[in-house]
């Protein structure tokens, strides 16, 4: 019996369910999540590696994470915050990587039948790789958690896909870090505030110029390899060598 193929049908089918709450996010999530800080918060020196491994786990399982982001900016503060932060989100965006890649292939490929502007991604990281998986990074328009999946089936490398990610994940890492430690305690978390609301437009503002660039970017690729396939000779107008 093969047992591979079984292996990666019940795989399908638990992340077939993950999707579904990721879209509709279930309501204690997020207060679990809290708990969890507030836990991790009175830990100390260990609070640290614990929290890279609920937020890698979180990222995984298509939890959205942006409380564990904000919480990071109210424990650790900015600096530290965002180190660790930037640790979690590249290692857990590798994990799912690897796993869309190799176990969950199939399944991915399935959603990404629903998502046509994937499409034209899959398209554009065949020629242009590490950018677009960067730009993808900046744009709001693409889903983190579910973008570490996506990108599992398209034709970038490994190496690739990790800098890209990094980089493209560390200006929406560094503003969320820095509204979450403008938050005097956890339970602030989320609280409008002046500066928050200013970050908040920096969020914004940066996102839809990403959204555009690779917009822009993605079709202008996609009408180049078309007027090629366009302007490149049939098998009938190919010349034929000749022989000596």
């Known amino acids: 019996m093969d047992v591979q193929p079984e292996a990666a049908q019940v795989a399908e089918v638990h992340y077939s369910k993950l999707f579904a709450r990721q879209i509709k996010p279930m309501p204690t999530i997020n207060t679990t999540l809290e708990n969890l800080l507030q836990w991790i918060n009175q830990l100390g020196f260990s609070g640290t590696l614990i929290f890279i491994i609920i937020y890698i786990v979180t990222t995984v399982l298509l939890i959205p994470g942006a409380i ?14 965002s180190i660790l932060v930037s640790i979690a989100s ?5 994990i799912a990587f690897l796993i869309g890649r190799y176990l969950v292939r199939g399944w991915v490929e399935k959603q990404i039948e629903k998502y046509p502007k994937f499409k034209a991604i899959d398209n ?32 970038v490398t490994l190496k690739d896909y990790v800098l890209a990610s990094w980089i493209g994940m560390m200006p929406g890492t560094v503003t969320y870090v820095y509204i979450g430690s403008l938050a005097k305690n956890l339970a602030t978390l989320g609280t409008g505030s002046e500066q928050t609301n200013l970050a908040q437009w920096g969020i914004r503002i940066m996102g839809l110029i990403a959204t555009v660039v690779v917009t822009v970017y993605v079709t202008k690729i996609a009408r180049k390899a078309l007027n090629s396939q366009i302007n490149a000779p049939s098998e009938e107008e190919k010349p034929i060598a000749k022989s000596s």
């Open 68 to 81: 564990l982001t904000l919480g990071a900016g109210a424990i650790f503060g900015l600096v530290k915050g």
């Open 90 to 94: 590249t290692l857990a965006a590798t």
């Open 124 to 155: 554009a990281v065949a020629q242009e790789g590490w950018k677009i998986v960067g730009l993808t990074r900046l744009s709001p328009l693409f889903p983190f958690i579910f973008l570490n999946y996506a990108f599992g089936i398209t034709q």
